[in-house]
């Protein structure tokens, strides 16, 4: 099923146009070489000193953990232990060449799952997260349920999905019942000018994730000034804001975290972004 589905042409275009800009910082994060299949899947890991959760994040189409440094230590510090694979898309993988869009598509679905099993290994015990920017977000809505008649890629050890933006509606690939089976706890941040080229021209597409899946600890952050690449972008004056949602998120969903909940039910529009739930 999935073969058939990475020969439509909208997945080829959307991924390349989710490319993202080059790496801002350094990620202090340690790597890690597991085997997948036939073939070594590295990890970038940032692990607290006393892990209280997981999550695993898959990086936008050609990127690495590197470029979302400043998110990603966020979460660490607040006690999060983050896996990041290294897709094969990314430009820096060191066997690129060797893979094509079809072909990647299959094997970020298996990293994450890859990665959120070294994660219960590394860390047994501890509830997991899926996190993903734009094609990443992909991934994580995966693993929360979202197209699951199409492709079986749920994860019931999933407390949580967290995207930042989405790769839109890929033609040939989503549809009216793409997220009906997203039951999990989704939060999606995006913003008035997150478009992309030649796949996202109306920035609401983002939003289907929340509007479309069951009712539920579902929440939109919409930055009003703000582009596909706020996750990668700490420079933006909306990112603090986005980031600290982000950890309250987590915080509600994955810890039990009382005052995370509350904060997530009073939260109320700012000067940066609007915010809903459902």
Known sequence: MTERLLHRRGLLTGALALA???????AAASPVTITVGDRALELSVLR???????????????????AYATLLEGWRQAGFLVV??????????????????????????????????????????????????????LMSLMRGGA???????????AKAVLCFSSPGT??????PATFQTLTTPTMVLTGELDLVPGMVADWRDHLRAVEESPAGEKYAW??????????????????????????????????????????????????????WRR
């Open 222 to 275: 919409i930055g009003k000034s703000v582009d596909h690449g706020l996750a990668h972008h700490p420079d933006n004056p909306a990112f603090a804001e986005a980031s600290a949602l982000s950890l309250t998120f987590l915080k509600a969903q994955l810890l039990g975290d009382a005052k995370a909940k509350a904060a997530l039910t009073a939260r109320t529009p700012t000067a940066a972004a609007s915010f």
């Open 20 to 26: 993202i800009t080059p790496t801002l910082a350094r």
């Open 170 to 175: 890929i033609q040939g690939l989503m549809g």
């Open 48 to 66: 607290p000193a006393a892990p209280k959760g997981v999550v695993v994040f898959s990086h936008g189409a050609g990127g690495s953990a590197e």
């Open 84 to 137: 990041a694979p290294l897709h094969v898309d990314s430009q820096k993988h060191p066997r690129k060449t060797a893979y094509n869009l079809r072909s990647s598509f299959a094997l970020r679905i298996a990293d994450v799952g890859a990665a959120a099993g070294w994660a219960a290994s590394a860390a047994p015990g501890l509830p997991l997260a899926y996190a993903g920017h734009s094609y990443g977000s």
């Open 147 to 157: 197209l699951e008649g199409m492709i079986p890629a749920r994860d019931p050890n």
